[in-house]
């Protein structure tokens, strides 16, 4: 696959990052020399200095064979002028990176398309998504719904105290459980787990289930004591923190910590923002501050700020004041697994948010859905079983699935169902499945 990048900023290097692991053909440009030295060096790419929004540039990048053009500079109108060239010229998909709630709204997917763009990504939305889901929903690291909630997704750091621990899976995840265990993140790794596996005490188990369940899988991952959140200290007042206020439940409200005074004063004029939202001007990451703002009394503590370091600090001392749901952004994914060790909570990134999304545009078969596991190095999709492909021919158990595969559960005309070896899955199912490594070659069973 042929692909264009345009921006080598977090998100662009990122991109480059995965894709290039993948045998892509990938061609970044960026205008800024500095930013691309290293880049073709360190990954299997051609780095462009160029201006992506420049027709010429984009010709001599081989737009015209483009399979998919991803514009991920820090200006929206770059972005979605670098897909409309890059469409016309014959890109067959493109991606822009926006941040605004208007124009990634689905009511102007169809006015989009027609210029040429055919998704929007607004990360810092996707991550208050994600964000948010974890604040409602305080004893769990993860959430993630297919067909609107028909099955669930959910990521648990184990602890002492649990009732699964230490009992193969054979056990625990038999033909009537109601649940199954898909993924098992331990220390720096992440296990496809099968029948003689165990769960450990620290471990992130990623167990696929039924909303009717969630209260069991509660109980027998002893978390019973964490309290539902409804008031919250936010450090930082950028676009994720005033996304994730939008997005809250009515019953949640928050106090926003922002060391920018102009930031502050705009804050304090959005009327969607301070109906939820007290704005303090000050140093989220002050000790005496937040003890003076009631951190102890705080369900919840999320450090938003664009500074990773100063998240994981924060969150860490949030911990210590008594705080039991800390959510951090750390976009320095070098900085992921020594926040995971560190034990500071939730741990969101927007690259790894917006990856997501742009994998969903790469595979060919039909997939409803991407979602890649922010502190493993796993991916789950929800893809759709074509008539005749591979994965309806055989039941599960006799598919002969590669050793880091794992089918989680079907939804069949409506309804979510876990798998078993005995399960037959049928055209038109949407399956959902989790992989280690390339997501791409999962999609020859399906189509």
């Known amino acids: 696959m042929k692909i264009l990048i345009a921006g080598a900023g977090a998100v662009g290097k990122h991109l480059a990052k995965l894709l290039s692991r993948e045998n892509h053909d990938i061609v970044i440009l960026d205008p800024n020399e500095e930013r691309l030295q290293n880049l073709q060096n360190d990954f299997d790419l051609m780095a462009m200095v160029a201006k992506p929004t420049s027709i010429e540039a984009l010709q001599e990048a081989g737009a015209a064979d483009a399979d998919l053009a991803v514009g991920v500079m820090e200006q929206e109108e770059s972005n979605i002028t670098f897909c409309m060239f890059a469409r016309s010229l014959g890109a067959k998909k493109t991606v822009a990176r926006v941040d605004s709630y208007e124009y990634s709204s689905p009511r102007y997917a169809d006015f ?197 370091e100063s998240n994981i600090l924060s969150c860490l001392a949030a911990k210590r004041m008594g705080v039991r749901k800390t959510i951090a952004i750390v976009e320095n994914t070098d900085y992921i697994p020594m926040a995971e060790s560190l034990d500071i909570g939730t741990i969101i990134n927007k690259q790894t948010v917006a990856a997501s999304h742009i994998y969903q545009m790469m595979l060919n078969a039909d997939v409803k859905n991407v979602k890649c596991l922010t502190v493993s190095n796993a991916d789950v999709a929800e893809f759709v079983a074509s008539p005749g492909s591979k994965i309806t021919r055989k039941p599960v158990k006799d598919l002969r699935l590669p050793p880091n595969i794992n089918i989680g559960g079907i939804v069949r005309d409506g309804k979510g169902m876990l798998v078993n070896g005995s399960t037959q899955i049928m055209a038109g199912d949407e399956v959902v499945v989790f992989c280690l490594g390339n997501i791409q070659k999962i999609e020859k069973y399906f189509i």
């Open 112 to 308: 989009f398309h027609k210029i040429g763009i055919s998704s929007m990504i607004y990360p810092e939305s996707l991550a208050a998504e994600e964000i948010v889901d974890s604040m409602k929903r305080s004893w769990i690291r993860q959430w993630w719904e297919v067909k609107g909630g028909e099955l669930v997704l959910i990521g648990v750091k184990v602890r002492k105290g649990a009732k699964i621990l230490n009992i193969p899976l054979r056990r625990l995840c038999g033909p009537d459980a109601p649940y199954l265990i898909v993924a098992i993140k331990r220390g720096s790794g992440t296990i496809i787990p099968h029948g003689d596996d165990e769960v450990k005490s620290q471990d992130v188990v990623y167990f696929m289930t039924q909303q009717k369940y969630i209260p069991y899988l509660r109980e027998i991952t002893n978390k019973d004591d964490y309290p539902d959140v409804r008031n919250a200290i936010i450090t930082g007042g950028g676009n994720t923190a005033m996304c994730v206020v939008k997005q809250m439940p009515d019953y949640m409200h928050v106090k926003i910590i922002e060391q920018s005074e102009e930031r502050c004063d705009y804050l304090s004029e959005q009327e969607d923002i301070t109906r939820h939202a007290m704005i303090i001007h000050g140093d989220g990451s002050d000790i005496s501050l937040l003890e003076s703002e009631s951190v102890r009394t705080a369900e919840a503590f999320l450090a938003l700020t664009n500074d990773t």
